[in-house]
């Protein structure tokens, strides 16, 4: 790790790697993750990826998406990233993304909740993995580009709102300041906040709190999703998601008589509060979730990984219904940013989850998480290749003694974010 770089990206998920990849490969980059580079929310979508399907489909997915998200949206970001989302394929093709194909070898596309017609493209039910894992190989290979792993972003470095840098802290908890002009924020949500999160632990909305410390403009922090279906465990960590595809190819939703109860393909925060109803009303834990309407073969050459989850908890959803239960899965707010990405302090930069441009209003359309962050990654970096490179501002004497104890820091920062939802969340009421 060298002490300057032209760009510092914080998280290799989608969108810290789709950043990085439309820089110039003249610019000297550095990405660092808390844990490995593939421990990122992005390898775990399932579902797939948005793609508008011609000018005609044009006005339905903008209005699914608005209605998903109660509309509360920022109309410019949705239309932004709708026309955006050919592109954005055409690259992730250039990228040897592996999507799903018809037997004429055309992209086959499947439908989830709140959408009014199949519009997502899919790999198996590990889109976010295959998606994610390439721009991590690509990446890799270039010399331009340093990943460092194990290394923990736990300040900010600013001046006059102006970014400087960042400071980093090894798995031997020493404080390392690396400075640039240009730091992107791609650290992911907020679900190691939560006790029941589709979430890995790790990712728990650092970057918020560092955020916040410098005063630097959040959004809705309250706008917080919870997925109606994740696979019921009396196992601790983190719970497994049983995509919104299921429900789009056909799935059922029972109560403890084995009566269906709602529509399954509401938008999610409708569908969850349907199910805690229907928990409560029937004194249970969960309620079941019938993947026999799809078939055993979509079963097994659609959804085979989460088929073999199910056996691992016990169940074979060719043959009986799985328990199901609404847990914490996405983050509609975050850092806000205009639709170049750019936060209120000059030169620094969010993307992904751990950022709010407005495309996802108050609830998140299925399978809009993945084109959002690309969408808005290369945006980030559009505006640092096009854009005005800000003033360099020479940082003050930083105190490193500040930095001494990781889980201190992070703590504090949780628990300013925790607050600060909660605040936002009784403003609402």
Same mark, same amino acid.
């Given at each position: 790790m060298k002490e300057r770089y032209d760009a510092i990206i914080v998280g290799t998920g989608a969108a810290g790697l789709y950043c990085a990849l439309n820089l110039s490969e003249k610019m000297n980059i550095l990405l660092i993750t808390k844990q490995e580079a593939d421990q990122s929310d992005s390898f775990l979508a399932q579902g797939g990826i948005c793609m508008l399907r011609g000018e005609e489909d044009y006005e339905n997915? /903008?209005?699914? %998406?608005?209605?998903?998200?109660?509309?509360?949206n920022n109309k410019r970001a949705v239309d932004l990233m709708i026309r955006s989302s050919n592109d954005i394929i055409r690259d992730l093709l250039r990228y040897h993304v592996d999507f799903a194909r018809d037997g004429l070898g055309n992209l086959a596309f499947t439908r989830e909740g709140a959408h009014s017609q199949p519009r997502i493209l899919f790999h198996e039910d590990i889109t976010g993995k295959e998606i994610t894992q390439s721009l991590?190989? %690509?990446?890799? %290979?270039?010399?331009?580009?340093?990943?460092?792993?194990?290394?923990?972003?736990?300040d900010l470095i600013s001046k006059d709102n102006t970014v400087c840098g960042i400071i980093v802290m090894d798995q031997n908890e020493q404080a390392i300041p690396v400075f640039s002009q240009f730091v992107v924020l791609a650290c992911g949500g907020i679900g190691g906040? /939560?006790?029941?999160?589709?979430?890995?632990?790790?990712?728990?909305?650092?970057?918020?709190?560092?955020?916040?410390?410098?005063?630097?403009?959040?959004?809705?922090?309250?706008?917080?999703?919870?997925?109606?279906?994740?696979?019921?465990?009396?196992?601790?960590g983190r719970r497994f998601l049983v995509s919104e595809s299921v429900r789009g190819e056909g799935a059922l939703l029972y109560d403890k008589n084995g009566q269906r109860f709602t529509n399954e393909l509401q938008p999610?925060?409708?569908?969850?509060?349907?199910?805690?109803?229907?928990m409560e009303k029937d004194g249970t834990e969960f309620v079941w979730e019938d993947m026999r309407p799809l078939g055993e073969k979509t079963i097994m050459e659609h959804f085979p990984h989460i088929y073999e989850q199910c056996i691992e908890e016990g169940f074979d959803p060719r043959k009986e219904p799985i328990p199901v239960v609404p847990a914490q899965h996405y983050f509609m707010g975050g850092i806000k940013?205009?639709?170049?990405?750019?936060?209120?302090?000059?030169?620094?930069?969010?993307?992904?989850?751990?950022?709010?441009?407005?495309?996802?209003?108050?609830?998140?359309?299925?399978?809009n998480s993945l084109l959002e962050s690309l969408v808005f990654a290369r945006k980030a970096a559009d505006d640092m290749i096009f854009g005005e490179t800000p003033e360099y501002v020479k940082a003050d004497d930083i105190d490193m003694k500040i930095y001494e104890n990781r889980e201190e820091l992070l703590s504090g920062y949780h628990t300013a974010v925790l607050n600060e939802i909660e605040r936002m969340r009784m403003s609402h009421e």
């Open positions: 997915y /903008f209005e699914d %998406t608005m209605r998903a998200g109660h509309y509360e991590l190989n %690509t990446a890799k %290979t270039r010399e331009n580009i340093e990943i460092c792993e194990y290394m923990t972003m736990v906040l /939560f006790k029941n999160s589709t979430n890995f632990s790790h990712i728990a909305g650092d970057g918020l709190g560092i955020a916040m410390k410098h005063h630097v403009e959040l959004e809705h922090l309250d706008y917080i999703q919870i997925h109606p279906t994740t696979l019921y465990s009396h196992k601790p999610r925060d409708l569908l969850s509060q349907k199910i805690f109803e229907q940013v205009n639709l170049g990405s750019k936060t209120s302090m000059k030169g620094l930069y969010a993307c992904g989850e751990t950022s709010c441009n407005g495309v996802h209003g108050k609830n998140r359309l299925a399978s």
